[in-house]
């Protein structure tokens, strides 16, 4: 029976551990009219991502976004977010938060 238990537990304490979210880097890049971001899969096994990020504007205006989803090795996933009058009120500013796990 201890060893049914302690079987249990380890199992457990495994799986949860593989389902651990992990911080990743996003790069951000910022133009008059939109403020994007990016969350590269460095790994050798698809990840699962999820990514807040958005933009502010000269005037003071957030942009927010959302997205989620699957990554594959060695591929990005991109967080868009775009200004709503460019020429008066151009971007300036872009930030993203990502969490991802195997």
């Not at 951000?28 to 933009?55: M, T």
């Not at 005037?59 to 989620?68: A, E, K, L, S, T």
Request: charged share 10%.
């Amino acid at each position: 029976m201890r060893k049914l238990i302690a079987i249990l537990c380890l199992c457990m304490s495994v799986s949860a551990s593989a389902q651990a979210w992990f911080q990743v880097s996003a790069r951000c890049q910022v133009n008059a009219g939109q403020a994007s971001c990016a969350v590269y899969n460095q790994y050798y096994r698809p990840i699962y991502c999820r990514v807040q990020g958005g933009g502010t504007t000269y005037f003071g205006m957030y942009m927010n976004g959302n997205i989620n989803g699957w990554v594959r090795p060695g591929a990005n996933m991109f967080l868009n977010v775009w200004a709503q009058n460019p020429s008066r009120d151009p971007m300036v500013r872009a930030y993203a938060n990502a969490q991802c796990r195997f």
